[in-house]
């Protein structure tokens, strides 16, 4: 009882998310993107939970210990990075940046489980597509798949929504246009975590992977 009391006042504490979706807006506006809006584009969010959160649409509680077991190893093993977080986490670091350690992985996890008591889960994937950064100045999905393909998210064919599902983990390192080795190889275990997740077949993820990508090189760069 005294630990579900403490628990409970531990995330009073923490800053609220009634302004989230308003968060969500200033950060795309400070990157001069675009705000993506409803519906969601299908097979990004497919790609994205897939290789992100596979938990995401089930039960709050499954996902939830799912994301106190990522950020348990992701503050042991990579020095409170929690790059394995769930999407409301990753949400929650991008809503409230704060310096990386154990406190504020243990902050990501409670404030992920507040955005996802207060948010139905199509608007917590809303508001990830736009808050997050896919690399080479591309905020968002909208300015992400734009800038790489030349189109709209929901226009994405299964290989540039698996490309783009691919890059937020490291944007950098999975850079297509200046590591294509390494982005095809991202992009390679986002297709066989959508075999996984029964959302594609094996033979669907292959041509997906064998598929030309048309990517739009950077003016003056």
Known sequence: M???????????????????PQKVAAIVRAHHGELGRFPLPRKLVASIVAVEDEHFFT????????????????????SGDPGGSTIAQQLAKQLFPRPAGFATS???FALGIKLSLAY???????????AIYYGNGYWGDVTAARGYFGTSPDRLSWAEASMLAGLPQAPSAYDPLHHFTLAKRRQHHVLDQLVDTHVLTAAQAAAAYQAPLPLRRLRGR
């Open 59 to 78: 039960n709050i509680f499954l996902n939830v210990l799912d994301g106190a077991a990522r950020a348990a190893v992701a503050s042991l093993e990579r």
């Open 2 to 20: 005294a630990f579900l009391v403490a628990a409970v006042g531990y995330e009073l504490a923490l800053p609220g998310v009634s302004a989230a």
């Open 106 to 108: 243990l902050e990501d």
């Open 120 to 130: 139905p889960k199509p608007k917590i994937l809303q508001m990830y597509l736009n």
